[in-house]
């Protein structure tokens, strides 16, 4: 069944907390530029910021251009990222991309959806991510957290990350919508996890329509005694 949707002025309660509590929220990728910013949103995909930012300080220090990237060649590149998952098609990728940005854009970072996209190894996903972060645009980029927090809460339903984005982009209010895509992230990554969310510790938990909710760890020792006890009354 779907969840009852969210009114206009529960959204806006919702998105208040986050911005009262985090007001700047901030990538969790290491970066100096638009390019490195980039390259390190390219090589997350299926892999932890912390690996990423792991890898990418032995390369990010010496190479921080598209330029400088194609100096350093894909072997090098392959080497220094071998911890990251998938990381001889994201090498090809990084070299590739760069080519393209040295040879159509001076080098440059392009601040325009349709052209981020053409970028090989470039999606919609990570295209929003560097309009967002680099360029502060109010885009919202649905990533497996957000997809999740989205669906699980009520907040902005959908069966694919772009219909998740469509709902977000239509009830998120404009105020909040730089910063959206980092709330929900960062609540996704430590709070609604997804093996077990810590409805507890949620300062959303009254307007999120997720049934049954994780119980306080109290509660829930609780709740597992009582089973315990009823199994033995049975079996006695
Ligand atoms: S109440 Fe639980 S399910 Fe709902 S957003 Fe918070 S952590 Fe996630």
Known sequence: MMPRPFKPSEVEQFFSRFAAANPNPRSELEYKN?????????????????GVNKATARIFPKI?????????????LREAIRTI????????????LSKVLA????G????????????PGVGRKTANVVLNVAFGLPTIAVDTHIFRV????????????????????????????L???HWLILHGRYVCIARKPNCPSCFVADLCRYQPKTPPAGADADSERKLIRAARRVRS
């Open 85 to 96: 998952g998938l990381y001889r098609n994201k090498a090809k990728n990084v070299i590739a």
């Open 179 to 181: 910063h959206a895509h």
């Open 103 to 106: 040879e159509k854009h001076s």
């Open 64 to 76: 921080d251009s598209a330029e400088k990237m194609l100096g350093f060649g894909e072997d090098n």
């Open 150 to 177: 989205a669906n699980r809460t009520g907040l902005a339903p959908g069966k694919t990350p772009r219909e998740v984005e469509d709902a977000l982009e239509k009830i998120v209010p404009d105020k909040f919508k």
């Open 108 to 119: 440059e970072v392009p601040k325009d959806r349709e052209q981020l996209e053409q970028l």
């Open 34 to 50: 638009p390019y490195t910013l980039l390259v390190a949103v390219v090589l997350s995909a299926q892999a932890t910021d912390k």
